[in-house]
């Protein structure tokens, strides 16, 4: 429980920190390190382990389709566990028969639901694929999982409330605050998995005790 509660106050701090000047060229438009949203003051652009340093445009792209989508799962996820457990014995989903930590709510899902779920992530991730990704067929040998050329990291054109900025200063400051946001979401998801898989106890009833 400390870790995620660690984890929540230090991304809270880095999520509404003040964002960067933004550069003068377009958040879609080149993508080099320098050039990347995301970077706070006062740890600037955050890569102990220079995974950044000789990555090219390719290799960076990559990167932050991964940890922008990996963010965004993690909020979902931070969202499912605390919904879930509140309404845990109380809704007439599946006659409100899942109970327990949020870990265990899955498997108890009864048998045919969970292929629908599945499905779905699977049809997600192919629409996702279909906009982002060049075509296998089409890719060199040697650089499998190429990202197209004129496709943005994270930018699937999913906007059903127009919330997109057209003001590129706008746009980087929305970028960084996704990413922050993100960022601050797999800490609390992770603490919150291994919390309960140490004790059994859920989220909600750690916050209650």
Do not use: C
Request: charged share 20%; hydrophobic share 45%; net charge negative.
């Amino acid at each position: 429980m400390k870790l995620a509660i660690a984890s929540l106050l230090a991304g809270s701090a880095a999520a509404f920190a003040p964002v960067p000047a933004a550069r003068s060229s377009s958040a879609l438009g080149a993508f080099t390190a320098d050039e990347l949203p995301g970077a706070l003051s006062p740890m600037g652009f955050f890569d102990p382990l220079g995974f950044a340093t000789d990555a090219d445009e390719a290799t960076l792209k990559k990167y932050r389709e991964a940890e922008v989508t990996h963010g965004r799962v993690a909020m979902l996820a931070v969202i499912g566990f605390l919904v879930g457990e509140a309404v845990e014995g109380s809704t007439p989903l599946f006659d409100a028969q899942i109970t327990g930590p949020a870990i265990s709510h899955f498997p108890q899902i009864p048998v045919g639901w969970d292929l629908i779920i599945v499905t779905a992530i699977g049809f997600a991730e192919l629409q996702r694929a279909l906009v982002g990704w060049v075509n296998p067929k089409d890719a060199p040998i040697d650089q499998p999982g190429l990202l197209r050329d004129d496709y943005y990291p994270g930018d699937i054109g999913f906007d059903p409330l127009g919330l997109k900025p057209e003001d590129p200063e706008e746009l980087n400051m929305m970028i960084t605050k996704e990413l922050q946001n993100g960022r601050l979401a797999m800490l609390a998801a992770a603490g919150f998995l291994a919390q309960e898989a140490v004790d059994g106890k859920g989220i909600i009833e750690h916050f209650s005790s």
